[in-house]
């Protein structure tokens, strides 16, 4: 090989090493975006609890960057923020993005309880009398709006089954039903989020090798991996498979019954929230006034 050829072999070899440093930054960094965008998150609501308003709204504005169409509450705090900072134009701006990102619905707008004392300003009946044009303006910016209608479609069907005197086994049937349609649509188009519902209410057969879970755990699994779902998501069908099976939790998500379903390893527990993208206990404590239990002793799992 001459000297010549022997350059461009360096060169190509120099450049796909480039290339595959490249790869693998952006797949660690997709793989770590939910994890960086909670943690704002969980930041800009601690200093939104300590009245430290430019700095929870800094921490908001953040999260924004990395994901904006993730959590509704996340513009609305943001919204508060600006609101306590009398910053009008740009909480009016916020609400509106939320609805317009996040189809937000608006009974969360009108019972939003930090905008309270506020409601006497005008942004918010302006906001309220065009309400419906700024959810029409979701619809229209959305990828794909008419999975998005398929699967409320679902929902309604599923809440239906569970707000009316239907019998537990027409009850059983519309899930089943509604759980094949998932699976077809998820093949078709994709995992939808909001499909978190219907496949929940298959959660007591969740460790069950049926057609339910041989399709979406390894699938749910695989998008974990990838970084394009929350490594979280088996947890509220851990911690109720785990009170069926020994009446106790592994990640404290049934908070509102620590007493009944305890918390087993309690020490531990915050290393393994923290495993899975969860905050430790305590934040529960501090943001949400959550009476955690008794025996919980703080780690030294910072945010």
């Known amino acids: 090989m001459n000297v010549t050829k022997f350059i461009c ?12 440093f490249f790869l693998n930054c952006v797949s660690e960094g997709n793989k770590n975006l939910y ?23 800094e921490s908001f504005h953040d999260a924004l960057s990395l994901i904006n169409n993730d959590n509704p509450s996340v513009y609305f705090y943001a919204a508060a923020a600006s609101l306590q900072l009398d910053d ?19 009974e969360y707008f009108l019972n939003f309880k930090e905008f309270d004392q ?55 049937l519309i899930d089943s039903l509604n759980v094949i349609s998932l ?41 974990i991996e990838k970084g394009d779902m929350r490594k979280d998501f088996w947890a509220m069908f851990e911690d109720n498979e785990s009170i069926l099976n020994s009446g106790t939790q592994i990640y404290g998500l049934y908070f509102n019954q620590f007493n009944q379903f305890p918390i087993k390893d309690i020490e531990n527990v915050d290393d393994r929230r923290k495993k899975i993208g969860l905050p430790p206990l305590w934040y529960l404590e501090k943001v949400y006034q959550i009476d955690i239990p008794k025996n919980y002793k703080p780690s030294n799992y910072q945010l």
């Open 183 to 223: 699976i077809e649509i998820t093949k078709k188009y994709g995992w939808h989020e909001r499909g978190w519902l219907i496949l929940w209410h298959q959660r007591d057969s969740y460790k069950e090798d049926n057609y339910v879970w041989g399709y979406f755990r390894p699938y749910i699994d695989s998008l």
């Open 118 to 172: 506020f409601r006497v300003k005008k942004l918010f009946s302006e906001i309220s009398d065009n309400y419906d044009t700024y959810i029409d303006s979701f619809f229209q910016t959305i990828k794909n709006p008419e999975v998005y209608k398929m699967v409320d479609s679902l929902i309604q069907k599923d809440q239906f089954a569970r707000n009316s005197e239907i019998s537990l086994e027409d009850r059983s």
């Open 35 to 57: 994890e960086r965008y909670d943690k704002k998150v969980w930041n800009g609501m601690l200093h939104y609890h300590n009245n430290e308003y430019e700095k929870s709204l």
């Open 9 to 20: 072999v360096i060169k190509l070899c120099f450049s796909l090493i480039c290339l595959l």
């Open 88 to 106: 009008t134009i740009n909480a009016k701006k916020l609400i509106i993005e939320s609805i317009i990102k996040t189809n937000t619905s608006k």
